[in-house]
């Protein structure tokens, strides 16, 4: 039986790897990796919300099924996540974390995994280097376990601020503009990363592990730097931009992160390289694939189950080139916090539709974040983007049945999603996800928790 290792580095986007394009060679291990493996061209995001993008990895489930949307949702108990599925098949399973989201009260600790290895607290509020811990953890790991096993390692080092990552000095990464300083210290971080995932492979060569092991390399959602105005879209975006001080704030560019985005490719088009054990030709896939799809494909792959019928991604393996049918619709669905609206698309080869439904207004809501609250209620409404052209114009007047097309395949996936989790929930059997009831106290605890990931 083959070992899995999944590599989850979180916030990569894919134009900024070497093998995906990026001219910076961010990722020469990782680059390397994919000349003896599969590259899928065009994996998506099924969330641009760490918690909700996680959970539907783990089920095989879109976020609107697993119904894991906002931070205080948890996963249902019981159902067959991927670690829970092979603990049946004798594996043993395990975690190393980057980020909190696999400790209480989340609740991504207790979906299977027998051990998991977080990093220290300091090291996680810092951000600092947490790959360095991840690599010690994991190898040493390897040298106790019995075989076989399935890891996931889950890089958080480019997440958000950088703080402890350095810009290197070298003609290689030194860019003088104050706008660039993101963009090369999140990439200093993903090549200190790779550095990491390098000596990963390394240590699985030297042990006799690395044919015997399926490896997988992805992320769980992007992250935009400077390429859209917050209001991006909004019929007030022309009104707001005359206004003196709010509209400058309300429309500027220079927009850094990953939630309450619209679903731009910047967040949601991500990486995704496998390596089979024994290895295989570099071979690239066009088709689009999402997340949603590892389950089936790691299950079909190690030959265990047969047909994951509690799933709804596909087997890539078995798929030919991911996309038989030509033109797959891929989505997304994300609405971290109430006051945040439900950010959804609908993306096919040319088209992606997006569908914003506008946070409710109400007391709470205006309390915690009314500026958060307003942006998203300007927000709301549908646009059509032509993505091999950009992602700045809705194009919805120019191809109106290309739009309405999409619009009701995105209407008929949400459908599908509430019947999928309805018929689960008496098949298998497990109470629905609820929003976890906190005290005064755990409120606080939790809020400290969201301010040092960088969500507060």
């Not at 592990?209 to 975006?237: A, K, P, R, W």
């Not at 032509?386 to 995105?410: F, G, I, M, N, Q």
Request: with cysteine; hydrophobic share 35%.
């Amino acid at each position: 039986m083959y070992n899995v290792v999944l590599m989850v580095i979180d916030c990569l986007r894919a134009d900024h790897v070497s093998s995906y394009g990026y001219p910076r060679q961010t990722t020469p291990n990782i680059d390397a990796m994919s000349r003896k493996g599969l590259i899928f061209e065009n994996a998506y995001t099924q969330s641009t919300f760490t918690l909700a993008s996680a959970s539907t990895l783990l089920t095989g489930l879109y976020p609107e099924t697993h119904n894991v949307l906002k931070f205080h949702d948890r996963l249902p108990d019981g159902f067959p996540t991927l670690p829970r599925v092979l603990r049946q098949y004798g594996y043993n399973t395990s975690c190393f974390p980057g980020m909190g989201f696999f400790s209480p009260p989340w609740g991504l600790d207790d979906v299977g995994f027998q051990r998991v290895v977080l990093t220290d607290e300091k090291a996680e509020e810092k951000r600092k280097r947490t790959c360095d811990r991840i690599r010690e953890s994991f190898i040493k790991y390897i040298d106790d376990v019995s075989k076989p096993f399935f890891s996931l390692l889950w890089f958080f080092d480019l997440h958000a601020s950088f703080d402890g990552i350095p810009i290197p000095t070298g003609k290689k990464y030194r860019n003088d503009e104050p706008s660039r300083g993101r963009v090369d210290r999140y990439d200093s971080a993903l090549t200190h990363v790779d550095t990491n995932i390098g000596a990963i492979l390394k240590a699985l060569e030297e042990r006799g592990l690395l044919d015997e092991t399926l490896i997988i390399v992805t992320s769980d959602h992007g992250e935009v730097f400077d390429e859209h105005q917050l209001l991006e879209g909004s019929m007030f975006q022309g009104l707001l931009s005359t206004l003196p001080g709010l509209g400058k704030k309300l429309s500027e560019k220079d927009y850094l992160g990953h939630l309450g985005v619209i679903p731009y490719d910047e967040v949601i088009r991500i990486p995704l390289i496998m390596k089979l054990p024994g290895g295989v030709p570099g071979t690239t896939y066009e088709g689009n694939v999402g997340l949603v799809d590892l389950f089936p494909t790691i299950m079909s792959h190690l030959n265990l189950g047969g047909e994951q019928q509690h799933v709804q991604g596909r087997d890539l393996l078995s798929a030919g080139e991911g996309d038989p049918e030509g033109g797959r619709v891929v989505f997304c669905s994300t609405k971290p916090f109430d006051w945040n609206a439900l950010m959804t698309c609908a993306r096919d080869d040319e088209f992606k539709l997006v569908k914003v439904f506008p946070p409710q207004m109400t007391f709470s809501n205006l309390k915690n974040k009314p500026r958060k609250l307003l942006v998203d209620r300007l927000l709301g409404g549908e646009r059509l983007y032509l993505c091999a052209l950009d992602e700045t114009r809705d194009v919805s007047v120019k191809y109106p049945e290309r739009k309405e097309r999409l619009l009701h395949t995105l209407e008929d996936w949400r459908r599908e999603n509430v019947r999928f989790r309805e018929e689960a929930l008496v098949s298998f059997e497990f109470k629905a996800s609820e929003e976890t009831e906190y005290t005064e106290e755990q409120e606080a605890v939790l809020k400290e928790r969201l301010k040092a990931l960088g969500y507060l």
